[in-house]
């Protein structure tokens, strides 16, 4: 069922874990909100949703951490309402449009929780909106404490891989076999192994050449519109993806042109290496996601060797790649 139509029936049906949730009125007036609304039009998987399968919005990510949340703390408002804002201050393409420009999602979500269209909402409720805030900046079970994976990690390893065909078991079977306490996610050692792989399966996708490439090419196209129009930054960040697409295609910068019709109409163009070549540019990435279930206490790698094996390879992927286009002619 759409959004808007569970919207007014007072529930959601979340379809990849199959649970209906009870909205309560101030949950359905903020899943109505611009500043929620905004994040159906921002991509989860950054630019590389622009030539993969794994195509779902922050919105849909929202909703899965929200729905877990309610799942197992259905009596914890305030949290309940805290993952559906944990996100709401993302800029367009998740992290590849913020990076070039050293700006920093967590505060834009901080501002709109404080300010805009949130606040009076929360307020409206009995909500501090200064409380939501500092319990973002907290270890829960949306964030885990690590090493404990949390619902906001959780919800886009198996949501990512599901999309990719790399979740070995249905997410909806996968949260049956859970407990959440207030550290993150407990489960089975079998179950354990599952997420396990998600999360190394997820990072081998979004941390390979081609992806990495992805989100390198569009953070430079904004780099280079951004020097060219420095005032135009403080859009940014109030941004949808396709309006970014928009002011990219249309810059009055011919390179920043070029990049955006490479990523949006040929992106098999784009050549990756593991060594330098000729107009190449040196991507790594920064970090990697290695939070991960307890199994009886336990962090998963301590007591199972495919989870200590999954977190080594996961290390690993940390390496520098060279990306570069063929120099054909663009269109």
Same mark, same amino acid.
């Given at each position: 069922m759409f959004l808007h139509q569970t919207l007014a029936l007072g529930h959601v049906t979340e379809p990849l874990y199959k649970l209906r949730v009870e909205l309560h009125p101030l949950e359905a007036e903020l899943l109505a909100s611009p500043s929620l609304r905004r994040l159906k039009h921002l991509h989860h998987y950054g630019a590389s949703a622009l030539c993969t399968p794994v195509t779902h919005s922050r919105l849909e990510h929202t909703i899965g951490v929200w729905a877990l949340t309610a799942r197992f703390f259905p009596d914890e408002p305030e $949290?309940?309402?805290?993952? &559906?804002?944990?996100?709401?201050?993302?800029?367009?393409?998740?992290?590849?449009? /913020?990076?070039? &420009?050293?700006?920093?999602?967590?505060?834009?979500?901080?501002?709109?929780?404080?300010?805009?269209?949130?606040?009076?909402? &929360?307020?409206?409720?009995?909500?501090?909106? *200064?409380?939501? @805030?500092? $319990?973002? /900046? *907290?270890?829960?079970?949306?964030?885990?404490?690590?090493? *404990?994976?949390?619902? %906001?990690? $959780?919800?886009?390893?198996?949501?990512?891989?599901?999309?990719?065909?790399?979740?070995?078991?249905?997410?909806? $079977?996968?949260?049956?076999?859970?407990?959440?306490?207030?550290?993150? @996610? /407990?489960?089975?050692? /079998?179950?354990?192994?599952? @997420?396990?792989?998600?999360? &190394?399966? %997820?990072?081998? *996708?979004?941390?390979?050449?081609p992806m990495m490439a992805m989100d390198a090419l569009l953070s430079k196209a904004v780099l280079l519109h951004a020097e060219a129009h420095p005032d135009w930054t403080r859009q940014l960040p109030g941004m949808t993806d396709f309006e970014l697409l928009y002011v990219l295609q249309t810059s009055q910068v011919e390179q920043v042109r070029q990049l955006a019709h490479l990523l949006i109409w040929e992106p098999h163009r784009i050549r990756t290496s593991k060594e330098p070549f000729e107009g190449s540019i040196r991507v790594m990435p920064h970090k990697v996601y290695d939070n991960q279930p307890f199994v009886g206490g336990l962090a998963a790698s301590d007591i199972l060797p495919g989870a200590a094996g999954a977190l080594e390879s996961l290390r690993k992927l940390v390496s520098a790649h060279y990306i570069g286009w063929d120099p054909l002619p663009f269109a």
């Open positions: $949290l309940r309402v805290a993952a &559906l804002l944990h996100d709401i201050g993302h800029l367009p393409f998740s992290h590849a449009a /913020e990076k070039p &420009l050293g700006l920093n999602h967590h505060r834009f979500t901080e501002e709109r929780i404080a300010g805009g269209d949130i606040s009076p909402i &929360l307020r409206k409720y009995g909500f501090d909106p *200064q409380r939501l @805030i500092a $319990l973002l /900046e *907290q270890d829960t079970p949306l964030t885990g404490k690590r090493p *404990q994976i949390g619902f %906001d990690h $959780l919800d886009s390893f198996l949501r990512d891989t599901e999309a990719a065909g790399t979740c070995r078991l249905a997410p909806s $079977l996968i949260i049956g076999r859970l407990t959440a306490g207030s550290n993150g @996610i /407990e489960t089975d050692e /079998e179950t354990a192994g599952v @997420i396990m792989d998600a999360v &190394l399966a %997820d990072h081998s *996708q979004f941390l390979s050449a």
